[in-house]
């Protein structure tokens, strides 16, 4: 089992003949995901070797879902074209839609989300990120750039505003392993949030803890907080980056600002626990009380 991607999941790529792109299409391939072509206006009718493998371009995503059945599209689209982009996918239908790149406008991304809950959204898209390392249910499939030989298959869920913080607890706790690990993204708008993804692994029968990593700023974490009180019933743990963090200034999350004691990591810290999360000071002190949880389950 895992949340929102699995080893039937059919995925596009969206500027998959530019560098980063091809580059993660390849690594996508190598994870075993089922990668079945790309979009570049361009570039249609024509192939791309990658991985070993002969990619068809199509001119848009909902050619491309005609002619392959595919759910998932991963973006590696530059942030001015992004928007575009992502309305192209909701348009054609898309299920899943995973934003990887980093400088999207606030405003177009904001123009984005107000689309996703708009009736045009027939298909209910549901978008990940942007700015963020997407998703990845190990040993099945990867729509992004999450490492895929860090962690196997097993019953944690984690979801985590940071890119490398995701990577660094999947390593610590590669010997239990994941259902789905899914970055959602540092940006102030963002598509899926901590409170989706925490519902999706308490509906998910394999997954039986869960790890939620947040950073200083906004107040998705104290959010995420009251809804876990509220709605679920599987022990959670928490990290929140930003500890040592100077009062007022920007940190390099876009999301991460932080005024007086709203946004902090100990106020976010506190609200966690105030509702039976257990939080580390550090990402290690954090898998070590996920590895207590594990042993006692």
């Known amino acids: 089992m895992s949340i929102y991607l699995n080893a039937d999941s059919k995925i596009i790529v969206q500027g998959m003949t530019g560098g980063m792109g091809s580059k993660h299409t390849t690594l996508m391939l ?8 790309g979009v570049n206006a361009r570039k249609a009718g024509t192939t791309v070797e990658l991985g070993g493998k002969e990619l068809p371009v199509f001119g848009d995503v909902k050619e491309a879902m005609e002619k392959t059945g595919a759910d998932v599209s991963v973006l590696f689209v530059p942030p001015a074209f ?25 405003q177009d991304t904001a123009e984005v989300w107000s689309y996703l809950q708009s009736e045009a959204n027939h298909a209910g898209t549901r978008m990940i990120g942007p700015n963020c390392p997407g998703i990845i249910t190990p040993e099945e499939s990867l729509a992004g750039i999450t490492p895929h030989t860090i962690a196997g298959k097993g019953p944690i869920g984690l979801v985590s505003k940071s890119g490398t913080l995701t990577y660094q607890m999947m390593y610590e706790l590669k010997d239990y392993g994941f259902s789905t690990a899914i970055g959602i993204g540092g940006d102030p708008v963002i598509g899926t949030t901590h409170i989706d ?48 963090a100077p009062e007022g200034k920007t940190m390099g999350h876009a999301g991460a600002i932080v005024s007086g004691s709203s946004g902090t990591a100990q106020a976010k810290k506190e609200a966690l626990e105030a509702v039976g999360v257990k939080v580390g000071k550090t990402p290690s002190e954090t898998a070590q009380l996920m590895r207590e949880i594990m042993q006692s389950l």
């Open 30 to 37: 190598e994870a075993g995901s089922n990668i079945v072509g």
């Open 82 to 106: 992004t928007k575009a982009a992502c309305i192209e996918a909701i348009d054609a239908g898309i299920g899943l839609m995973v934003v990887i790149t980093e400088g999207v406008p606030v």
């Open 197 to 244: 993804a925490l519902q999706a692994f308490e509906d998910d029968p394999e997954t039986k803890a869960i790890v939620m990593i947040g950073e200083i700023g906004g107040d998705a974490e104290e959010r995420a907080a009251d809804y876990i009180k509220a709605n679920i019933t599987k022990p959670v743990v928490g990290y929140v980056a930003g500890f040592t």
